[in-house]
């Protein structure tokens, strides 16, 4: 497993992940929430939409891609995020604060916008 040290918190990276088949091109869109289009097929999250969980190996359309499903996952905040947040998909699939979506997660570690962070997934 590897561990992940970050402002002085460790977290061991455990986490149960699934396979999906991307609708889309998701190769710029790594550590960014999805979730399942009406073909079954994997595509970014909708702002305060439900999400399936974080892609972790972006490829191409009709190639397989690692979904982290539940566990803690590296993700990228779309805004200012305090650690113990609960979190929701903001736009483009990045975390943000939870103001009225569905929570998704609760934030691990604090960081600015566009910062790759840890989520713990519900």
């Not at 891609?65 to 993700?75: D, K, L, S, Y």
Request: proline share 4%.
């Amino acid at each position: 497993m590897a561990e992940t040290q970050r402002k002085g918190i460790a977290f061991d990276q455990v986490w149960k992940s699934i396979t999906g088949v991307p609708g889309v091109s998701l190769k710029a869109h790594r550590y960014k929430a999805v979730n399942y289009n009406a073909d079954e097929k994997t595509v970014l999250a909708t702002a305060k939409g439900n999400a399936v969980g974080i892609v972790y190996e972006p490829f191409e359309i009709n190639q397989p891609v690692q979904v982290v499903a539940q566990g803690f996952a590296f993700c990228v905040y779309g805004a200012a995020v305090t650690a113990g947040q609960p979190l929701e998909v903001g736009s483009d699939g990045k975390l943000v604060p939870y103001t009225d979506g569905i929570i998704i997660g609760t934030a691990a570690v604090s960081a600015a916008a566009d910062a790759i962070g840890t989520v713990l997934l519900k």
